[in-house]
């Protein structure tokens, strides 16, 4: 039809003039958009980035770096200008913003309407009820008889999560009857008793072709993801079947375009619900070795339309450790990286280019085996030596990949 473009046309303006190739932006100078960057080199693609400064994690490697603000309209249109389409490695950029790019013509992946769902607890809640989607009971709080009430219903302690703006672990709290409620817009749940927690992640293009990755065990400390295991131990068949086919119908049923991580709690008799991301997610750097296309790669074929990758794993097991910010040793990184080396060749590492501080996610490793056990002591013990140089055990003798 005259005007339309045909599937994977595109605009000579949203190409590089250099490779012939779009230009995807990224609002957000994050680890996700670094890794993403390094996903993006591979495909021929380039990544501007909108990073707040010029030392944050992907500004540090990337070429086009736009300094900004996700809260700036102006510079985010400006930043906008010349892109193929605009994706995000945060949730935090203002959804009116987000329409105002959208209604100036701006191709938005994902788009307001669906990001909502990830910015906005209390919606997020509000439509997967609808949707007849597992979720814990919960309710919106307005004055703390709200929490009392419901409370009520379901025994103390419950939670209490912020509405908007909060990520790993912020933003969440355990409160008892005696608790003060913290001064900003709430939503109470019940506090659910798990058996463990999963994820799931799944890419979905503007075609509407979806790929859904194996079903994942998350590990959560103080309310940071310490440890991902690929695919989840000892998970009935069918379960990791009803997960993924949940994450998929979520992925439909709200339009997203990109990645939805669908974080879940396993209770022991099903599966609820916990939170919604709609972007690369930290349940899914494992794939960066461990799937035959990594999330972040798989994030730009989506936006950009491409058909999906394969998702299959690479090895039997894979685990993911993150490596967070230690006390100060007299030890350096550099030194510290020499002896994992030797200790384990098989572990890959990622390094974020953060300054460290206790407790901050400064990068992560990954082990591939064909034991879940042991890969997981082995990913388990290179990142605890480079977070706080405990010693780890020589593996050369034994399983490394």
Same mark, same amino acid.
């Given at each position: 039809m005259p005007g339309r473009r045909r599937p994977g046309a595109r605009l000579a303006a949203e190409m590089d003039t250099r490779t012939g190739l779009p230009v995807v932006g990224m609002v957000g100078g994050g680890q996700l958009a670094r890794m993403t960057h390094q996903a993006a080199i591979a495909l021929g693609q380039s990544l501007r980035i909108?990073?707040?400064?010029?030392?944050?994690s992907a500004a540090l490697v990337a070429a086009d770096v736009h300094i900004g603000h996700h809260t700036d309209l102006d510079a985010l249109r400006t930043f906008a200008k010349g892109c193929e389409v605009v994706t995000f490695d945060h949730e935090h950029v203002p959804s009116e913003h987000i329409q105002a790019l959208e209604a100036g013509g701006v191709n938005v992946a994902p788009s307001a309407a669906a990001l909502r769902y990830a910015q906005d607890k209390r919606a997020m809640r509000e439509r997967l009820t609808e949707l007849g989607a597992p979720v814990p009971r919960w309710a919106p709080v307005r004055t703390p008889a709200d929490v009392a009430a419901f409370a009520a219903g379901t025994g103390w302690p419950v939670v209490v999560k912020a509405v908007r703006g909060g990520y790993d672990g912020r933003g969440v709290w355990f409160v008892d009857e005696t608790d003060e409620l913290p001064g900003v817009e709430l939503i109470v749940e019940e506090r659910v008793p798990l058996r463990r927690e999963l994820a799931v992640l799944v890419a979905r293009s503007p075609f509407g072709q979806v790929a859904a990755y194996p079903t994942v065990q998350t590990v959560q400390r103080e309310g940071i993801c310490v440890e991902v295991l690929a695919p989840a131990p000892d998970l009935d068949p069918e379960l990791a079947v009803e997960a993924e086919q949940l994450a998929i119908r979520l992925a439909t049923e709200l339009g997203v375009v990109g990645?939805? &991580? =669908?974080?879940?709690?396993? /209770?022991?008799?099903?599966?609820? =619900?916990?939170?919604?991301?709609?972007?690369?997610?930290?349940?899914?750097?494992?794939?960066?070795?461990?799937?035959?296309?990594?999330?972040?790669?798989?994030?730009?074929?989506?936006?950009?339309?491409?058909?999906?990758?394969? /998702?299959?794993? /690479?090895?039997?097991?894979?685990?993911?450790?993150?490596?967070?910010?230690?006390?100060?040793?007299?030890?350096?990184?550099?030194?510290?990286?020499?002896?994992?080396? &030797? &200790?384990?060749?098989?572990? !890959? =590492?990622?390094?974020?280019? !953060?300054?460290?501080?206790?407790?901050?996610?400064?990068?992560?490793? /990954? &082990?591939?085996?064909?034991?879940?056990?042991r890969t997981r002591e082995r990913a388990v013990a290179a990142a605890r030596w480079l977070q706080d140089g405990i010693p780890m055990p020589d593996t050369r003798a034994g399983e490394s990949r």
């Open positions: 909108l990073a707040a400064s010029p030392d944050d990645l939805l &991580a =669908v974080e879940l709690f396993d /209770t022991g008799t099903g599966l609820l =619900v916990n939170e919604l991301a709609m972007r690369p997610h930290n349940s899914g750097h494992w794939t960066i070795e461990g799937a035959r296309t990594s999330q972040f790669e798989q994030h730009l074929r989506a936006v950009l339309d491409y058909p999906m990758g394969d /998702t299959g794993l /690479t090895a039997p097991a894979v685990v993911m450790a993150n490596v967070l910010g230690g006390e100060p040793s007299e030890m350096s990184m550099d030194e510290r990286l020499h002896h994992m080396f &030797a &200790a384990d060749p098989g572990i !890959k =590492v990622h390094f974020y280019g !953060k300054q460290v501080r206790p407790g901050r996610k400064i990068g992560h490793v /990954t &082990a591939l085996g064909e034991d879940m056990t």
